[in-house]
C-alpha cells in the first residue's frame, strides 16, 4: 500500500467516506441519471435475493473475524474481515446500480406496519449503514497499511469494536428489510 495513504488514514478515510456518500445520496436521490447505467432487467430482478445471500454471508465472515481475533487467529481474522468489506462493496455497487435504475423497492404490505414496523426498520438499518462507512474505510486502511504488528499500535482495535456490532447490525436488518419486501408482502 502507498506510504502516503499509510500516514494519511484519517485523510484517506474522509476521501473515501465522501465519494461512497454522493454516490449513495446521489442515486437514492435520484440525481444520478438512470441513463448512465446498462439496463439488464435479469440482474435487477435478481440483486435483491443476491445482496440477501451477500448480507448473510457477511454476517457469518464478520462473526467469524471477530471469533478469529479473540482467539489470536489474526490472518484468519483479516481474511474474515478483509472478505466481508468486498461483500459489502459487492453490496452496495449492485444496491445502487438497481435503485439507480429503478428506485428504492416500494412497500407493499399494511400501511400500519410500513409506519411503525418497516419504516423505522429501514431507518436505523440506513443509518447505521451511513455511520458504519467511514468506520470501516478507517479500520481497514489501518489494517492494510501495516504489518500485523504495527496495527496494536494504532486505533484500530478502539474503532473496530464499535465498527463491527454496528456493522452486524446493519446486514442484520438489511435481511430484515428484505424478508418484509421479498418474502412476507
Not at 499509510?6 to 485523510?11: C, L, M, S
Request: net charge positive; aromatic share 12%; hydrophobic share 55%.
Amino acid at each position: 500500500m502507498h506510504p502516503q495513504i499509510k500516514q494519511n488514514v484519517p485523510a484517506v478515510t474522509g476521501v473515501l467516506t465522501i465519494l461512497s456518500l454522493a454516490f449513495v445520496f446521489g442515486a437514492a436521490l435520484r440525481i444520478i441519471p438512470s441513463t448512465v447505467l446498462p439496463y439488464n432487467s435479469g440482474l435487477i430482478a435478481v440483486i435483491p435475493h443476491l445482496n440477501a445471500v451477500i448480507s448473510l454471508t457477511a454476517i457469518v465472515l464478520i462473526s467469524a473475524g471477530w471469533y478469529f481475533i479473540r482467539n489470536n487467529a489474526v490472518e484468519k481474522h483479516r481474511y474474515a474481515m478483509v472478505t466481508s468489506f468486498g461483500l459489502f462493496v459487492a453490496f452496495l455497487g449492485l444496491y445502487l446500480y438497481r435503485v439507480t435504475l429503478e428506485g428504492p423497492s416500494p412497500f407493499l404490505g399494511p400501511d400500519a406496519i410500513k409506519t411503525y414496523v418497516y419504516l423505522p426498520l429501514l431507518a436505523v438499518h440506513i443509518l447505521l449503514a451511513i455511520v458504519c462507512i467511514p468506520l470501516l474505510y478507517y479500520v481497514l486502511l489501518l489494517a492494510v497499511t501495516r504489518p500485523v504488528s504495527e496495527v496494536y499500535a494504532t486505533n484500530h482495535r478502539r474503532v473496530a469494536r464499535i465498527a463491527a456490532p454496528l456493522w452486524l447490525v446493519s446486514f442484520a436488518l438489511g435481511v430484515v428489510v428484505y424478508v418484509m419486501l421479498h418474502v412476507v408482502y
